[in-house]
């Protein structure tokens, strides 16, 4: 079994990779399309701008082949891997993936709260997942985002956590997994995220 | 019920070793930074903070191997500062690992670095670091390891960088540092009730009880400390149970 890790150019694909392979995993950063074959399970890291990843994959000619994969492969996206999904966000203009319609927003000005939000937070875990397998409620993961996903499917709603108002902190629909928080910065509660993703058979 | 305060060791490294010195000429061996790094994880430790002390061209390269071998093994976000002088220091750093970038004397010489830095890699990356002195009732910015006075009054400074897109400020009160009678309080609050990004707190702490007194009086986001977790004066565990206690969200 092996991982492929999508490169856009841009993001912190190494810290996912060296988590992996601490964990026993084989792992392929996926920099051309004719790589995607290569594997079974596709991550899509998150840091850095929409706008630029996705300009990045269309010119390594990544976009479009991406689009088939993410329909067949288990898939977890983490970040801005969970904003790409979607058609629109209020950073820029930038069209995602497009498979859902909510739109991705900025935390609202008027809280009392800093942003980015960064740091350890709690996912209120809605309903039971694979990935979540053997992580308790409430466990704090580390997260690093301007952006949200504020309303979102109950049944593909699988947690939530709060800052300043409560946000959508993962998803899950059938092949596809993604997180707002980032569980290669989360200690041994990311470690054990990703081992069950390593094991996750949708 | 938001994000949790965070507590940060900070360890110097020299030559791919941790080091301890009261001075320049006092550096003795503290030990090796993988192993130093597992134990502040396992104690509970937030992030870690590397500072490379000695940033010289040959110990660079010692610097990067430090940081793989750290970020391979140890899976929480890691800042690393010290000499990081151009965009092409940070590029390497983030490469081999480093979540963070703390930035210093550099941006004083050149505060755009800050905003094309933030801009090529994201503000969540760069940390502006902020040493500061009292002098009578103002505050001034002090580079190069606090042994060159600028013109910057710091909250003034703070301003400018933040504007410019720090993710972060790491400011340590020089007047503090190394005492052990607590943070300025005062000067952490009068900047962080300004501020949108976070604030961590350092210079100063001898006990749990000034931890929690730099995020209830001083109103940081985080604290950060070397010596008193370096000589096991005090654990993370301990002064997560006392923020704890206080109804102060932690991690733990």
Redesign the interface.
């Known amino acids: 079994m092996k991982v492929g890790i999508i490169d856009y150019g841009?993001s912190?694909l190494?810290?996912i990779d060296?988590?992996l392979?601490?964990l026993g995993a084989n792992t392929l950063i996926i920099d051309e399309p004719s790589k995607l074959k290569e594997v079974d399970k596709l991550i899509f890291p998150g840091?850095?701008?929409l706008g630029s990843a996705m300009s990045h994959l269309k010119k390594i000619e990544l976009f479009e082949d991406l689009r088939i994969h993410l329909k067949e492969k288990p898939f977890l996206g983490i970040c801005l891997g969970l904003q790409v999904l979607f058609s629109k966000s209020e950073e820029g203009d930038t069209q995602g993936y497009g498979f859902y319609k909510n739109e991705i927003s900025m935390f609202p000005p008027d809280l009392p709260?800093?942003?980015?939000?960064?740091?350890?937070?709690?996912v209120f875990i809605k309903q039971d997942h694979d990935l979540f397998t053997n992580i308790e409620n409430d466990t704090?993961f580390?997260?690093?985002h301007s952006y949200l996903l504020k309303d979102f499917d109950e049944e593909k709603s699988f947690s939530t956590t709060?800052?300043?108002i409560e946000f959508i902190s993962s998803i899950g629909d059938e092949n596809i997994f993604a997180t707002q928080f980032h569980p290669?910065?989360?200690?041994e509660a990311?470690?054990k995220f990703f081992d069950n993703f390593l094991k996750w058979n949708p | 019920?938001?994000?949790?305060v965070?507590i940060i060791p900070c360890l110097d490294i020299r030559a791919g070793r941790v080091v301890k010195g009261v001075n320049f000429e006092n550096i003795i061996d503290a030990g090796d930074p993988v192993e130093t790094a597992e134990r502040y994880?396992a104690e509970g430790a937030?992030e870690l903070c590397f500072l490379d002390i000695d940033a010289s061209y040959e110990n660079r390269s010692a610097t990067l191997s430090t940081v793989e071998a750290v970020?391979?093994?140890v899976?929480?976000?890691l800042t690393v500062g010290g000499g990081v002088s151009k965009l092409q220091d940070i590029e390497r750093l983030?490469?081999k690992?480093a979540?963070k970038v703390s930035i210093n004397t550099s941006a004083i010489l050149d505060p755009s670095l800050v905003g094309n830095a933030a801009k090529k890699?994201?503000?969540?990356?760069i940390v502006v670091a902020v040493d500061s002195k009292r002098e009578g009732e103002k505050s001034y910015v002090y580079t190069h390891g606090g042994k060159n006075k600028t013109a910057f009054e710091t909250s003034a400074w703070i301003k400018i960088v933040e504007g410019e897109g720090a993710?972060?400020i790491l400011l340590t009160s020089m007047d503090r540092d190394g005492t052990k009678i607590g943070f300025d309080n005062e000067l952490t609050s009068s900047i962080a009730k300004d501020l949108?990004?976070?604030l961590i707190t350092s210079g100063g702490a001898g006990s749990i009880d000034h931890m929690i007194e730099g995020i209830t009086d001083g109103k940081a986001?985080?604290v950060l400390a070397a010596s008193i977790f370096h000589q096991k004066e005090i654990t993370i565990a301990a002064v997560k149970d006392g923020l704890a206690s206080k109804g102060i969200e932690v991690?733990l």
């Open positions: 841009a912190n190494y810290s060296r988590s392979r601490y840091q850095g701008s709260i800093k942003v980015p939000h960064m740091g350890w937070n709690k704090r580390y997260f690093v709060h800052h300043g290669e910065k989360s200690g990311g470690l | 019920m938001t994000v949790a965070r994880n937030d970020a391979s093994q899976f929480i976000p983030l490469e690992g979540d890699f994201g503000s969540q990356c993710g972060e949108s990004i976070p986001d985080a991690r």
